[in-house]
């Protein structure tokens, strides 16, 4: 590990003195999602002068894992935890990442901010309105720095999406449509090893009901209302923040949905198959769709007067998009060509060094507010069967 008198010497140099002091963080929640913050964090830690202090985790193994890779990449053991409030009342830490289950997003987050950390929060941002809402006033209030996890908003491809579409070669927008499939259970993670001694249990629930430990409960999560709001949450995120990045928007007006579990009857109360539909007050339609039980068929592309801009084979995760005039006017000058890519820093990047220089993050606490907003939409459309209408004024949401 680079010493801190070398990089403080370094930076320096490029006029940033005292700013690069050693920034301590903690880490809430350590699974899958969270190991590879731990390695991201790693990966800047000499560059940006950052290190892992504290690590906290309701499953035991997990916590057990992820310390014992902090003590072997940074020098010695991070302080443990299975409870994040004990993490957040620790004064000499300046930033925390989440990586927990959707439900709790939102919950720890503004105990972060009330706490006075500066956060990298997994997407969704939050799955409730009123903690977004709560979440966007304390961090707007306190200065903090704020990155949600809608880490594709940092990928050069769809930085070059942006600018392509910005140039406005494509004429007037009205369309923009997306859609996921797999065919495979994704969520099927192997319960049989996992034991109630290993679990704090009522820090897992929070303010849920309580009741007797269930593994499933806890390492398929995803399946359950009381823990996410469904595949607008654990997938759509992704999509529309792309889209607010690409169209240079914000707050969708309306949004309708529907949806239903049609093909796996295995307990689950979320979703298997959805399709979602929303209007922007910029005079466009975003259509976003996704399944799990078949491959076939993903697609995005943003549809003008003058052509398209289309990722190839309809792959959002590739790096090859095209802009041309397929569909367009026959007026249309647009020329087929390959989008070319943005220099764009990593996503965990670009949030260690705004804590350091106070800038906004790619995907800062707006960002964040903007794609759960239009989440917590569809998901309510697709509950209720009713059109949810968004008044940004009042910031809430009603059913029209």
């Known amino acids: ?8 010497d370094a930076q320096e140099s490029r006029g940033l003195g005292d700013v690069y002091k050693r920034q301590t963080i903690g880490c809430i929640g350590v699974g899958g999602r969270g190991t590879g913050h731990l390695h991201e964090i790693r990966q800047f830690s000499e560059k940006l002068n950052a290190r892992i202090t504290a690590v906290c985790d309701v499953y035991r193994p997990n916590l057990r894992q992820a310390a014992d890779y902090v003590a072997a990449q940074f020098g010695s053991p991070p302080r443990q935890f299975t409870r994040y409030q004990d993490l957040l009342a620790l004064k000499d830490l300046d930033a925390v990442t989440i990586a927990t289950p959707d439900v709790s997003h939102g919950p720890i987050l503004v105990a972060a901010l009330k706490a006075g950390k500066d956060v990298y929060c997994e997407k969704p941002m939050c799955i409730q309105l009123d903690l977004a809402n709560q979440a966007l006033d304390l961090a707007t209030a306190g200065g903090r720095i704020v990155q949600a996890g809608t880490q594709h908003r940092s990928r050069p491809i769809l930085q070059g999406v942006a600018r392509a579409v910005a140039a406005q070669e494509l004429g007037k927008i009205s369309r923009v449509d997306c859609a996921v499939h797999f065919n495979h259970a994704r969520w099927d993670r192997d319960c049989g090893q996992c034991r109630a001694e290993d679990v704090d249990w009522d820090a897992y629930l929070m303010d849920l009901p309580r009741r007797p430990f269930d593994p499933k409960l806890l390492l398929r999560w995803q399946l359950h209302h009381e823990f996410t709001n469904g595949l607008p949450g654990l997938w759509m ?12 928007c914000g707050y969708p007006a309306a949004a309708t949905a529907l949806g239903g579990t049609f093909v796996w009857k295995d307990g689950r109360e979320t979703a298997d198959t959805f399709q979602a539909v929303l209007t922007y007050p910029e005079e466009f339609l975003l259509s976003w769709g996704m399944s799990l039980g078949n491959e076939a068929g993903s697609r995005f592309g943003i549809y003008g007067r003058m052509g398209a801009v289309e990722a190839d084979e309809g792959n959002f ?16 000058q647009v020329q087929t060509r390959a989008i070319e890519p943005v220099p764009t820093p990593h996503h965990m990047e670009n949030w260690l060094d705004c804590i350091r220089t106070r800038k906004p993050p790619v995907a800062d606490i707006i960002r964040g507010h903007q794609h759960s907003v239009a989440c917590i939409m569809v998901a309510n459309a697709q509950q209720t069967g009713r059109r949810q209408n968004y008044d940004p004024a009042t ?5 029209a």
């Open 1 to 8: 590990f680079q010493a801190e008198d070398g990089i403080r």
């Open 237 to 248: 995120t992704h999509y529309v923040d792309t889209v607010h990045l690409m169209m240079n």
């Open 317 to 332: 995760f590739g790096d090859k998009w095209t802009i041309s005039p397929k569909g367009g006017d026959s007026q249309s």
């Open 395 to 399: 910031r809430t949401i009603t059913a």
